[in-house]
């Protein structure tokens, strides 16, 4: 999907690195792209550990508090800014949607780890004492391997990167609960499609028909297993990138509207203050002033 949020592509970021990925120390990335801090959304996977520093990060409005040893992982689309205080560093990987593909047997997998489900409380992680030397040693030999010439560079890479991802998910899983939607298979899919329909399909019907099951079964699992209906879930989604488009001052209200696929402005207006309580010009006005 296009939008006019400026959406940051891999090969953009630095002429040196490969389309598929990028290995950098984050003082460095952060120097050579300031703008990087101004409200965003990448085509890519990316992720952000900090070792030392401060300040705040927002990941599609939600707030955190920038420290040592916390990660950070997002998935392509979601809207995130920075502000930080004073100086920060530690290391920002950023990888293609493919660039497991052809190296994993199983296309999905990396949306197994919880972490990158695109859910931001979920995807924001205070390392354990226990892992922080581990993994801070692993993304070292992510530097040192990202400034080899071999054959075999992005295969280790790729291990190293799994070494993290795995790490990481071994340390929460036993004070993590599994959320709904990675126990049931069906809402699993549903989440999914919602992600690829939300534009075109805003029916629970609809996507009980794609689901191969009644629009009562798709409603009974929301409501026994996530507390609300099915169309709450699908109309989350659609406010979700409202959210995100009204973040960019360049586009009108109306041409938001039109974007989100809603046939007038008025409509559109209606909607939104129906969900979120306010309208989205106070939405964006709130929004400005919280930076």
């Given at each position: ?6 959406r ?9 690195r490969?389309?598929?990925?990028l290995i ?25 550990f900090?070792?030392?520093g ?20 997002m ?28 190296f994993l ?23 354990t ?23 075999f ?16 998910q071994q ?52 409501k ?7 169309g ?36 559109f ?10 309208s ?12």
């Amino acid at each position: 999907m296009q939008t006019n949020i400026p959406r940051v592509d891999i090969s953009t970021l630095s002429a040196y690195r490969e389309d598929d990925i990028l290995i950098s120390r984050f003082a460095p990335y952060l120097a050579i792209h300031p703008n990087l801090t101004l409200p965003h959304r990448h085509s890519f996977y990316h992720l952000l550990f900090f070792s030392e520093g401060g300040g705040k990060h927002t990941i599609d409005f939600n707030h955190f508090d920038v420290k040592p040893y916390q990660i950070y992982f997002m998935v392509p689309g979601q809207v995130h800014s920075w502000n930080f205080d004073g100086h920060v560093d530690g290391y920002v990987v950023n990888f293609s949607s493919s660039f497991f593909q052809s190296f994993l047997l199983k296309s999905e997998y990396i949306s197994s780890f919880s972490f990158f489900n695109g859910i931001t409380p979920e995807s924001v992680i205070d390392l354990t004492e226990s892992v922080q030397q581990p993994v801070l040693l692993l993304f070292e030999k992510l530097i040192s391997e990202s400034q080899q010439q071999n054959v075999f560079k992005e295969d280790m890479l790729r291990v190293l990167l799994m070494q993290i991802f795995i790490t990481i998910q071994q340390s929460i899983s036993n004070k993590q609960q599994i959320t709904p939607f990675q126990a049931n298979p069906i809402l699993n899919n549903f989440q999914k499609l919602i992600e690829k329909n939300y534009l075109e399909i805003r029916l629970p019907s609809e996507y009980a028909e794609l689901l191969n099951i009644t629009p009562n079964h798709l409603n009974a699992l929301c409501k026994e297993h996530l507390g609300v209906q099915a169309g709450e879930i699908i109309r989350d989604r659609v406010v979700l990138e409202a959210k995100r488009l009204l973040v960019n001052l360049n586009l009108s209200v109306s041409e938001i509207a039109y974007k989100l696929n809603f046939n007038d402005n008025s409509y559109f207006t209606k909607f939104f203050k129906k969900e979120v309580g306010i309208s989205p010009e106070v939405f964006r006005k709130k929004s400005m002033t919280e930076k």
